[in-house]
């Protein structure tokens, strides 16, 4: 089947419009040789057999978010009010274009202005873009402001408690730039180590709160040493964390960035999600992305429109912040649904009980004779275990014993931390849930 | 209109949502990092809903009418895409979950890899960028990488004709690359004379829209080619306009080394006012091992016809890295995998056909009455000019605007640069000869009210929810956030 409404009529009465005598002669410029190829595909499904086909599909996943999961490592699940998904649905926000037309886009337009003024309150920062692709590109789109506003520096230093995938993508997305990037060296996130890299070549330096291993550092101490060098300190938080936590606005951080995807997003096996990206006003033409201002029409009468866009690619060409168009607008506009909904009391209370939760956990498996949790440091959603075997196996195990979803094997990305399991609670875990999980890790630990 | 900002509907002590009771002890919290205050809305559920509802009322999109906003292909987006995107089974599924429990996403992915490399003419493709602009970014990467490679370390320029888009040269200079713009020629391609005296062993590559912004298909594609790869350097097309090309020809079988793939143009999936989009890079042969990943591959062959094989990912061995957290935008690869199977091979030569049909009808039904710069058979979109040479003071914007009252959404403005006043129209082939007649004759309406009536177009909008918005003060007086910057508080 297709999408497709013309009627031989109509295609008749069209080409005779055009005068031509066929479809074919329209392609008159391609050349002939390779004109026309037999795509080696299938033939067309109807909507039915296509539906039932990926149900299908699907249906040979395991969703991890429909079973009991201690699995976070950057993406996480966390409960999403339904109004998130009814808003999203409606197809004036779902099928409309990125607002470049102001009058027909204000729906879009202060929705993203509410997002980006919910983000700064968030963060405790002064101005937000519209969005990134995500938490680790808006890490990489922090590093080129930082290179760009900070003069004749090439230094970045990044702890080794930021998320392993978002130092690997901003290593990509600055191979052709001749920077020197360094602090990840080793797999102990140590905030005093990091300072100690601080110089005067540096342009910025970066953490994570909480760190990869779901720890709560002293950002305050790395944000307050940046400037003393006089170098940009950049917070790669949690969203949902900083429903109870101090926002690094707070320290003076310049940048905060992260990933969204805990704001009403599904974990929908990585994407799309969501990278949210504050800074300072002072920055603010540097900054990368789309923007949306307050102004006022022709009447007089307030009304959004995107600005700044003499930063951006469309205009500025070579000379752009980015090279970035399409963002993620409508999980911008589910973050801000969720923000919405969830208002001031109900993200803390999320938060808390992420905390609650996971430090009952942590307890109840600390206690079990063959692991033990790291508690040197206070932890918000997610701790380290040290575990007596392999993490893989013990997971298979869980898997395939209980239909439990066990924690982040951290081996994987930093092969010193061997038998450590990275585990995630999160309000959507219930206490039986978590008594059922400490059991299982009892009886697998042999 | 004005609908109040949602902070504005806020109440003290107001809560849109009950969770549960906590069902464990409490734990001690770290007192030197909580949080005094919060400052977000306290609105109930039915506030946010009538509040977004209102918002979206205020929105045009295609559910509510045509949309032939140029290089953005804003074909209809099937509501069957969206439903199977939400099966549990996808998305539901956490990214780092052990591969044997997710095989049924590895193969959707491994499907759209497949499908794609068939469509593009390539070698491979990897899913992971995650919009066009994201893509071509990932392209130029691979290319440098290449070259490098091989030692080649001379490299620096990259081609870039003056009618590409502007993510073109900003994903040059991303990558540390020098941009050089080539000129248009006469009937809309690009100047060989110029092109040819530019290449040298100091080119990277050239980054090639083909179909061109000016909707024309490049009439000596292969001599552009053969030039470029002459001196060594490699072709980039911008997929931005394949929507032209399905079933037509391959990109990869005219020599193009690298190509991003739009699924939220030419798949179908929508454009939520500004993304999610996605953007596949598709490779040819030389290039598969630079591929960003991972990428999904077979890991184990079926045993028989009756069981699936095993998939799994792998990490391209000279891959330039990652470009993104996990594997792409997942979401939106399902959507398009759904449009795909629903389509089919011959259909999806059917919707490039229709495409390239409903722009050659359009074109022809305004040309006389607009002037139309490269008025020859276009593909999927046309660029037509905004003013008149008897009707003074009227611009392209003026048209646009004009067109709203109509209740069209306006063509695309001022860009390709290369024409005055431009107008760039691109139909796509969800709509019937009745929405292109109507949208004729309103295009042809306004050409006359510009002679008889012009104040008409220069006040319009005059029927959208605001008129004609204040973009200068929007840039001189700053106002990005409608709260109070925290002083005082949480420090």
Redesign the interface.
Known sequence: MSYIPHTEADIKAMLEAIGVGGIEELFRDVPEAFRFPELALPEGLSQMEAGWLLEEISSTNLPGGKVPIFLGAGAYNHYIPPVVGHVLLRGEFLTSYTPYQPEVSQGTLQAIFEYQSMICALTGMEVSNASHYDGATSLAEAVLLAINSVRDRRKIILSCGIHPEYRQVVRTYTQGMGLTIVGDEGCEADVQALIGQIDDQTAMVAVQYPNFFGQIEDVKLVIEAAHARGALACVVADPIALGLLKPPGAWGADIVVGEGQGLGIPLSFGGPYLGFFATREKYVRKMAGRLVGETVDVHGQPGYVLTLATREQHIRREKATSNICTNQGLMALAAAVYMSVMGKHGLRKVAELCYHKAHYAADEINKLADYSVDFSKPFFKEFVVQCPRSVAEINEDLLDLYEIIGGFDLEQMYPARRNQMLVAVTEMNTRDEIDEFVRALGEVAK | ???P???DLSSPG????Q??A??????R??AE???ED??????S?VD??R???R??????????GF?P?GS?T?????K?N?????????????????PD?????L??MYQVQE?LK??G?FAGVSLQP?????G??TGI?MM??YHLSRGDTKRTKVLIPDSA???N?????????Q?VELPSDPRGNIDMAALCQQCDDTVVGLMITNPNTLG????H??DVVKCVHDCGGLVYGDGANLNAL?????PG??GFDVMHYNL?KTF?T?????????GPVGVSERLVPFL?GPIVEIVEEAEDETS?PVYGFRMPEKS?????????????I?RA??Y????????????S??A???A??LR??LQGVYPIPYNR?N?HEFVAEGRFPDAEGIRALDI??RL?DYGF??P??Y?PLIVHEALMIEPT?????ETLDAFADALLAIAREAHEQPELLR?A?HI????????V???K???????P??VG???
């Open positions: 209109m004005k609908e900002l949602i902070y107001r809560e849109g949502i969770l549960p906590p069902d464990v002890p409490p734990a919290l770290p990092f909580i949080r919060l400052d977000l809305p306290e609105v559920e946010v809903v509040h977004y509802l918002l979206s009322q205020l929105n045009y999109g295609i559910d509510k949309y906003l953005c804003m074909k209809y987006n099937p069957l969206e439903d199977v995107a939400r099966l549990p089974g996808f998305v539901a599924l956490h990214p780092y979950q052990h429990t997710v095989q049924g996403a193969e959707v499908w068939e469509i003419g995650a919009a066009g602009a994201h071509e970014f990467l440098r990488a888009h502007g993510t040269p900003a994903s040059t200079s991303m990558s540390g690359l941009v024309l298909f490049e009439e594609i292969l399905m079933g037509i020809v391959r079988d005219l939220h179908s929508p454009h939520g006012g500004g993304g999610p989009g996605s960003p699936p330039i890295g990652r470009v993104k957290s996990f594997y792409g935008q997942f979401g939106i399902v995998y759904a795909m199977l629903v389509n089919g091979g011959p259909g999806l030569r059917k919707v056909e229709m390239v049909l409903n050659n009808y022809v039904r058979i593909m646009s605007k709203m959404h306006p695309t403005n860009f082939e969800t709509e019937s000869k006040e909008p959208t929810p605001v008129g004609r918005l204040d973009e003060r929007a840039a007086e700053l106002v990005l956030c409608c709260r910057i925290p508080k949480d420090t």
